[in-house]
């Protein structure tokens, strides 16, 4: 199984690149923020809770999100890989997805982190609210977001780093550039 995790700060182009991923390589994707803002749409009760802490900018509680990942992981073992998409975004919930995948006789095969400065992230996140109607794309919100990143979230890339998994993606390019910088490391991996 090829199993990637896509990662890098809000508005780092996670969510279009794991599109053309999940294209090329037909892996299962797992977007933790698409399904949350499902069950916002649906009104349920994980819609609910989910809603108090995206619409601040602030992360969903570890508990929460580890059940739901561990649940995805369940589900679709006779998938050829995943790509997963905005998970993890904490310490523990990289331990987590480590031991999950383990329990189940996997690795994650590559963490590729898609590096975009602070200054062109703002910019696209703002422009992504004009369109995209995302409660969380406006301009304290995307504050928070990025304060999160660089607190909880970033750190992650020495947890990989040392497990040697993490492959930095310069990602202010084109979708095009970057997709095939991705390519090229993935080809890395998997050939060499
Ligand atoms: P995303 O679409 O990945 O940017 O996620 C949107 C929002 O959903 C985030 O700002 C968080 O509030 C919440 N969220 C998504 N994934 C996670 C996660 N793995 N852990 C905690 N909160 C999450």
Redesign the pocket.
Known sequence: MLNIVIFGA?GSG??TQSELLIKRYGLKHV????L??FEIKEGTELGKI?DH??SK??????DI?IEI?EDLIKKNLDKKGFIF??????LP?GEALNNKLKKNGLDITAVLSLEVNDEALIDRLLKRGQISGRS?DNDDTIKS?LH?YHQQTEPLKEYYAKQNKLVYIPGEGTIDEVFNSIEKAINNLTNG
């Open positions: 809000p996670k969510g977007s933790t923020g698409d949350l803002r989910a802490y995206i900018g602030q992360l969903v509680p570890d999100m990942l998409d905005g998970f993890p975004r904490t919930q969380d977001r999160v």
